[in-house]
């Protein structure tokens, strides 16, 4: 397997590593070698600390191990894997193609857990933090924020997760939780965020075209026109996009990006 110096640079390594320290309280070299042992997948590496059902690691597994025994006082649990049946007459080349193992799907924040029922106060903590921004989000369908926003003459800003995606967690725990956002959001904005493997996100998807997650768009709500579309965004970052976007669109005109508000686009 390939080393992680070959995969990520040293600054990209460094980040995550700064991120693993923040989020879960570890000290650099803990953070170094739970990223290591994850193949560098930041989301990995959380869900490893949580409950301990990472990926079998390529490289330093033993101390991945050694420093597992040191946080909790047991050993590294076994991965958690899954595989695919075969038929007893296959041949071995074959049953070595099909058997496989992955990691099973995992995130910080799963939107189908109820995690108030957790016994683990660190797991109900991370899912506090990462949770989304139920206070700023409409309780609706696609169609019907719309209609709220011809309403109240609000721009429709749609937000599509990916729970599997990181940064789609980062948006809930930093973007979303700013008080400067809140405003600026609830001032001009209806929001709607769904997760992408919803009926919901995946007729956005294939409407709107789109093909990296987490997705933030701005939506004219009376033609459904896209009029923006941006991906992870820092707080400031967005602040100063949104601002600018707002200069230059107005509500109460009837114009809308060169007098297109005749194009009206299907409700989902």
């Not at 995550?16 to 309280?25: D, F």
């Not at 949770?131 to 019907?144: H, I």
């Not at 976007?245 to 109460?252: C, P, Q």
Request: charge should be neutral; charged fraction near 25%.
């Amino acid at each position: 397997a390939p080393s992680f110096g070959t995969r990520e640079s040293a600054h990209h390594m460094e980040d995550k590593i700064g991120e693993l320290v923040s989020v879960l309280g570890l000290d650099s070299k803990a953070a170094k070698i739970l990223l290591e042992a994850s193949g560098g997948n930041l989301e990995m590496a959380v869900n490893m600390h949580l409950e301990g059902g990472g990926p079998a690691p390529s490289f330093g597994t033993r101390d991945y191990n050694k420093t597992y025994e040191e946080m909790h006082g047991v050993r590294a649990p076994i991965p958690q894997t899954q595989g695919v049946l075969i038929e007893e007459d296959q041949s071995l080349a074959s049953r070595g193609k099909l058997m496989r193992s992955r990691k099973l799907p995992q995130t910080v924040y799963d939107p189908t857990q109820d995690y108030s029922s957790q016994v683990n106060s660190k797991t109900r903590e991370l899912a506090k933090l990462f949770e989304p921004p139920l206070d700023l989000m409409f309780q609706g369908s696609f169609d019907e924020a719309r209609h709220v926003g011809r309403e109240q003459k609000k721009w429709l800003l749609v937000n599509i997760q990916d729970s599997k995606e990181f940064a789609s967690q980062v948006l809930n725990r930093d973007l979303w939780k700013n008080a400067g956002v809140k405003d600026i959001v609830k001032k001009h904005f209806i929001f709607w965020q769904v997760q992408r493997i919803t009926d919901g996100g995946m007729r956005f998807k294939q409407l709107y075209h789109i093909t990296t997650f987490p997705c933030i768009a701005i939506i004219d709500p009376r033609t459904g026109e896209k009029l923006v579309c941006w991906n992870a965004m820092g707080i400031s970052e967005f602040l100063s996009a949104v601002q600018e976007f707002l200069s230059v669109h107005d509500m109460n005109t009837v114009e809308v990006l060169g007098n297109k508000v005749n194009r009206v686009v299907r409700p989902l």
